[in-house]
T-cell receptor, first 112, second 111 residues
Framework: DGGITQSPKYLFRKEGQNVTLSCEQN?????MYWYRQDPGQGLRLIYY???????QKGDIAEGYSVSREKKESFPLTVTSAQKNPTAFYLC???????????FGQGTRLTVV | KQEVTQIPAALSVPEGENLVLNCSFT??????LQWFRQDPGKGLTSLLL?????REQTSGRLNASLDKSSGRSTLYIAASQPGDSATYLC??????????FGTGTSLTVIP
């Protein structure tokens, strides 16, 4: 089945820890995105990548880092510098500007 | 910066009713607009994509329209069913390959 896989579904982070969220797609899409969703707010863009080995900051990139070493993979690291990381994180991909974006099932991150 | 607004924030209707969800955006220079559905705790499911040159798209009981000049889109759901209960999000796509999302409309269809 073609699609986007995010893992894990639930993730717990202790104060001061870095954690990495996985996003893999087998749709052969060039562009990949990371969004954060908080209750009562719209999706906010963290980072996006239009091609391998290149990525751009979104509106709320502080405290996050990404890499794009392979077309299929776009992992997101939530660093200890992110002061309020508890949220629902969504990964998406698309082939170009004229086509649909597809989303994964999300990772819920909680600070304990 | 592109601002996307969805009204109403919540809507409750009896089963069988036809309904309209609204999406407005401030900058008409868009590539396309996409409607999504989100069930609680889940990711987004794509419903319809309308290119900037199109006026409407249809899929089953869903019809989405786009008036780019006025910065508006509507999602029409015919003969609503309890299974349609979810949050509906619209997103516009501009230069730079970015999406801008509205905050969504939470729909409840009462059996």
């Amino acid at each position: 089945d073609g699609g986007i896989t995010q893992s894990p579904k639930y993730l717990f982070r202790k104060e001061g820890q870095n954690v990495t969220l996985s996003c893999e797609q087998n749709l052969n899409h060039d562009a990949m995105y990371w969004y954060r969703q908080d209750p009562g707010q719209g999706l906010r863009l963290i980072y996006y990548s239009q091609i391998v080995n290149d990525f751009q900051k979104g509106d709320i990139a502080e405290g996050y880092s990404v890499s794009r070493e392979k077309k299929e993979s776009f992992p997101l690291t939530v660093t200890s510098a992110q002061k309020n990381p508890t949220a629902f994180y969504l990964c998406a991909s698309s082939s170009d500007t004229n086509t649909e974006a597809f989303f994964g099932q999300g990772t819920r991150l909680t600070v304990v | 910066k592109q601002e996307v607004t969805q009204i109403p924030a919540a809507l409750s209707v009896p089963e069988g009713e036809n309904l309209v969800l609204n999406c407005s955006f401030t900058d008409s220079a868009i590539y396309n607009l996409q409607w999504f559905r989100q069930d609680p705790g889940k990711g987004l499911t794509s419903l319809l994509l309308i290119q900037s040159s199109q006026r409407e798209q249809t899929s089953g009981r869903l019809n989405a329209s786009l008036d780019k000049s006025s910065g508006r889109s509507t999602l029409y759901i015919a003969a609503s069913q309890p299974g349609d209960s979810a949050t509906y999000l619209c997103a516009v796509r501009r230069t730079g390959n970015q999406f801008y999302f509205g905050t969504g409309t939470s729909l409840t269809v009462i059996p």
